[in-house]
Nanobody
């Protein structure tokens, strides 16, 4: 069973908005640190944004700063990624990730920090 399940991907046009959602499967509670990564065709998976609930901090990749917003609804046990002003270069499979650890600041953007992943949701932005 995949520990996390993403939804909300789709095909949009340049400048459009899209909201992704991620929730733990099997009724488990969400972790303190949850993040979004993405992987474009032929490229490595890269960090997009992270929400560290317990420390009330969020961080973004420079490429999405000012356009994307990561948020969490603990009542719904769901992580969101609001994506505005989408560009063709945002086209990728978007993955949700979480960790039950206590990562230091410098490790929040690293793939190996996260032990739980979703199956990914495709976002395609046409020009």
């Amino acid at each position: 069973q995949v520990p996390l399940v993403e939804s909300g991907g789709g095909l949009v046009q340049t400048g459009d908005s899209l909201t992704l959602a991620c929730a733990p499967s099997g009724g488990t509670s969400s972790s303190g640190v949850m993040a979004w990564f993405r992987q474009a065709p032929g490229k490595e998976r890269e960090f997009v944004a992270v929400n560290d609930w317990s420390r009330r901090r969020t961080y973004y990749a420079d490429s999405v700063k000012g356009r994307f917003t990561i948020s969490r609804d603990n009542a719904k046990n769901t992580l969101y990624l609001q994506m505005n002003a989408l560009k063709p270069e945002d086209t990728a499979v978007y993955y949700c990730a979480s960790t039950r650890g206590n990562p230091i600041l410098s490790s929040l953007r690293r793939i190996e920090t996260y032990e739980m992943w979703g199956q990914g949701t495709q976002v395609t932005v046409s020009s």
